[in-house]
T-cell receptor, first 116, second 109 residues
Framework: GAVVSQHPSRVICKSGTSVKIECRSLDFQATTMFWYRQFPKQSLMLMATSNEGSKATYEQGVEKDKFLINHASLTLSTLTVTSAHPEDSSFYIC????????????FGQGTRLTVV | GQNIDQPTEMTATEGAIVQINCTYQTSGFNGLFWYQQHAGEAPTFLSYNVLDGLEEKGRFSSFLSRSKGYSYLLLKELQMKDSASYLCASMDSNYQLIWGAGTKLIIKP
C-alpha cells in the first residue's frame, strides 16, 4: 500500500506553546487529507478534512483557530495545535487519500501529544 | 442519523476462528472498511468491500451485505499478534468515513 509519513511520533510541550504535526504522502498525490484525534479507549474522531489548495472543513465542535490545518501541496498537510493545553493531550492521526472519492485512505503513524 | 455498531470486546483462543460483526446506517454508501489498530499505534488497512459477498485475503476475510447493512471480519488461525482493536468504518455519500467504536479482540493461548 501507499505510504503516509507523519512526524513527530511523540511530542511533549509546555502549556501555552504551539505544536506542528506534519503529514506527508510519500508515493502518491493526496488530494484529500483527514485529521483525526483519538482519546484513550475511544474511536477515531474526525477533526477536519482538507483538500489541496483550499481551506479545511472542520467538524462541529472543533475550533479552527486552535487547530490550524494547512494543505498547501499534494504531498503535505500540517496540523498546528496553537496555545496547547493539557486537555489537548491526545493521539493525532492523519490519513491521506488520492484522487477518486472511493479510494482507500492511508494512515500516518500517529502523533502522541502530551501537554504539560 | 449515521451509526456504526460493533461489539466492544471479544475473546478467542489462539489457532481458532473469530467473526467480528458490524452493522451500519449511513447517509448513502460507498463502501465498508475494516482496520486493525494495535494499542498506541495508528490503524492499518485490512479490507474494503463495496459489493455484496466475501473477500478473502489470507487469514482475514470480510463479508458485506448491503441490503442488511451488515458486514463481518473473519479471522482464521488466530495468532497472539492478532490481539488488537478492529475498527469498522462505512463511507457515506460524501465519501466521509463514519467510524465504529472498535472491537477489542483478546487472544488467549
Amino acid at each position: 500500500g501507499a505510504v503516509v509519513s507523519q512526524h513527530p511520533s511523540r511530542v511533549i510541550c509546555k502549556s501555552g506553546t504551539s505544536v506542528k504535526i506534519e503529514c506527508r504522502s510519500l508515493d502518491f498525490q493526496a488530494t484529500t487529507m483527514f485529521w483525526y484525534r483519538q482519546f484513550p479507549k475511544q474511536s477515531l474522531m474526525l477533526m477536519a478534512t482538507s483538500n489541496e489548495g483550499s481551506k479545511a472543513t472542520y467538524e462541529q465542535g472543533v475550533e479552527k483557530d486552535k487547530f490550524l490545518i494547512n494543505h498547501a501541496s499534494l504531498t503535505l498537510s500540517t496540523l498546528t495545535v496553537t496555545s496547547a493545553h493539557p486537555e489537548d493531550s491526545s493521539f493525532y492521526i492523519c490519513s491521506a487519500r488520492g484522487e477518486g472519492g472511493d479510494t482507500e485512505a492511508f494512515f500516518g503513524q500517529g502523533t502522541r501529544l502530551t501537554v504539560v | 442519523g449515521q451509526n456504526i455498531d460493533q461489539p466492544t470486546e471479544m475473546t478467542a483462543t489462539e489457532g481458532a476462528i473469530v467473526q467480528i460483526n458490524c452493522t451500519y446506517q449511513t447517509s448513502g454508501f460507498n463502501g465498508l472498511f475494516w482496520y486493525q489498530q494495535h494499542a498506541g499505534e495508528a490503524p492499518t488497512f485490512l479490507s474494503y468491500n463495496v459489493l455484496d459477498g466475501l473477500e478473502e485475503k489470507g487469514r482475514f476475510s470480510s463479508f458485506l451485505s448491503r441490503s442488511k447493512g451488515y458486514s463481518y471480519l473473519l479471522l482464521k488461525e488466530l495468532q497472539m499478534k492478532d490481539s488488537a482493536s478492529y475498527l469498522c468504518a462505512s463511507m457515506d455519500s460524501n465519501y466521509q468515513l463514519i467510524w465504529g467504536a472498535g472491537t477489542k479482540l483478546i487472544i488467549k493461548p
